[in-house]
């Protein structure tokens, strides 16, 4: 059957929609998914929800949904086959040369079929493919860092089957075996839905550990903050194994497989600048940091967030993102501090506010500690530039555009865990608090239990007989004297 240039391949659901978001995350889009789009080749087939503009990127090109207005949406564009069902019927349709399913298997099931697994779905494809074709499959991680730090959500529309499907690979190795050919993988942030950053898998570089910072939009719902777990799992080696979701690349042979490129393209390499602020503090090395802190404040990268500037082992410093205001980009160094896990050597600093004022007088700079703002002729102002990578996170985690001094809110709101971290050294420190006071109290009652028992001898030792003699002799010399005073 065939209506209005959607053509029904069997299993379809009828008032089903995927592209709305309204039943499950979403389609695929982004424009870090066009390079995947970009290398098919041949006769292609896109499966899954996918938004119109990366499908856009293809001249021709044969769509596959499962629900009838997805199809309809979909359809009339020149060039555009849109098929409509369950893959289970793609055998029909001949072969391709290039399969695209960046979405996910699982999207491809249809609430009209028995149940199709991962791997069922997955043959499906593979025996729609061309000997010598291209498969490239979106997966998502069931214990990514995004599931890590994230509550216990729940299930959407989409998810209606029971139990977790047990065909599904949950690591690089066994995305590799289960495609059974030559595969890259790559990893995705924050999700498959609407990646900000692809990285190769072999890539622990600090651009990477750059892009990770920014990768995740915001902390408001979740336990901890992802982009931290995903930064310190790249360090540790196991950042494609804690990756929200992978994106497979397979072919015959190395040499079938397309050449990608994704992720940051800096050919700079070191650590970020944080990196080497955050270990220097944490082994109270003042005067590396006092030179890391001058070095970077005094240049032209002095507005660039320090996660987002690479330190070479030649200590030339490569910015990343646009430079914003000095002011806020130590306070974001501050705030990284202070949220850190590794110890710095203040203390005794009272906030943010109070170490940013020290890093910048470590730095060279001036901060007028009354007011937390820069003198006149300063250097140091409210808000970043519009091109600083810090001032897009804010705005992406909901926070907005900011004004004013120093004392302002986090650029990334706490999340729960350090919440109940805060909660719990505020409560230590209103323990203390009541300790000390207790023990005032107790010094300052018994202080004056002495100064009740002195003056009880004082009276006792006034109502003896030689101090009544000495009164007596005392008040008679007074009045001796005036009695003199009166003739003279």
């Known amino acids: 059957m065939e209506t209005a240039g959607v053509r029904f391949v069997g299993d379809e659901m009828l008032v089903w929609s995927d592209l709305d978001g309204d039943h499950g995350p979403g389609p695929a889009r982004g424009a870090a998914l066009e390079p995947f789009l970009a290398a098919a080749r041949g006769r292609t087939l896109v499966a899954g929800p996918h938004a119109a503009e990366l499908l856009d990127v293809l001249q021709e090109v044969t769509v596959l949904v499962r629900g ?241 500037i690479i330190s070479g082992l030649d200590g030339v410093l490569s910015p990343l993102a646009a430079p914003g205001d000095p002011g806020r980009a130590l306070r974001a160094l501050a705030v990284r501090l202070l949220r850190g896990s590794l110890p710095h050597p203040w203390p005794a600093v009272t906030g943010a506010d109070d170490l940013t004022r020290t890093l910048a007088g470590m730095a060279g700079r001036d901060i007028d500690p009354a007011s937390g703002a820069v003198p006149a002729g300063g250097e140091i102002g409210p808000a970043y530039g519009a091109g600083s990578a810090l001032g897009d996170t804010s705005l992406a985690s909901g926070a907005g555009s900011r004004s004013g001094d120093l004392d302002v809110s986090e650029l990334r709101r706490l999340p729960f865990a350090e919440l109940v971290a805060d909660r719990e050294r505020l409560t230590r420190e209103l323990a203390e608090a009541r300790a000390q006071a207790a023990f005032f109290e107790a010094e300052l009652t018994a202080r004056e239990a002495d100064l009740r028992g002195a003056q009880r001898m004082v009276e006792l030792l006034s109502g003896k007989g030689p101090a009544r003699a000495g009164q007596a002799f005392v008040g008679g010399v007074r009045a001796a004297r005036r009695v003199l005073r009166r003739r003279g």
């Open 68 to 308: 009838v207005k997805d199809a309809e949406l979909l359809a009339g564009r020149e060039g555009r086959t849109v098929l409509c069902g369950s893959p289970a019927t793609l055998s029909a349709e001949g072969t391709f040369d290039t399969i695209i399913a960046l979405a996910g298997l699982e999207v491809l099931d249809t609430a009209e079929t028995d149940g199709l697994t991962w791997a069922q779905i997955l043959a499906m494809l593979k025996n729609a493919l061309e000997p010598g074709g291209v498969l490239v499959v979106g997966v998502e991680n069931p214990l990514g860092v995004h599931r890590l730090a994230a509550p216990r959500s729940r299930r959407t529309d989409a998810e209606w089957t029971p139990v977790p499907d047990e065909t599904r690979p949950v690591n690089p190795d066994a995305i590799r075996e289960a495609v059974g050919a030559v595969g890259r993988v790559y990893s995705v942030y924050p999700g498959l839905e609407a990646p900000e950053l692809i990285l190769d898998e072999k890539d622990q570089s600090g651009v990477a550990e750059s892009g990770l910072a920014r990768a995740f939009p915001g902390t408001d719902d979740m336990t901890a903050d992802p982009a931290e777990l995903a930064i310190e799992s790249l360090r540790c080696g196991i950042g494609p194994v804690l990756a929200p979701a992978w994106i497979v690349v397979a072919a015959r042979d190395e040499e079938s497989l397309p050449d990608i490129t994704c992720g940051p393209q800096r050919a700079v390499s070191g650590p970020t600048l944080e990196r080497r602020l955050v270990h220097a503090a944490a082994r109270q090395d003042l005067p590396v940091l006092r030179a890391l802190l001058a070095d970077w404040q005094s240049g032209e990268n002095a507005g660039v967030p320090a996660d987002q």
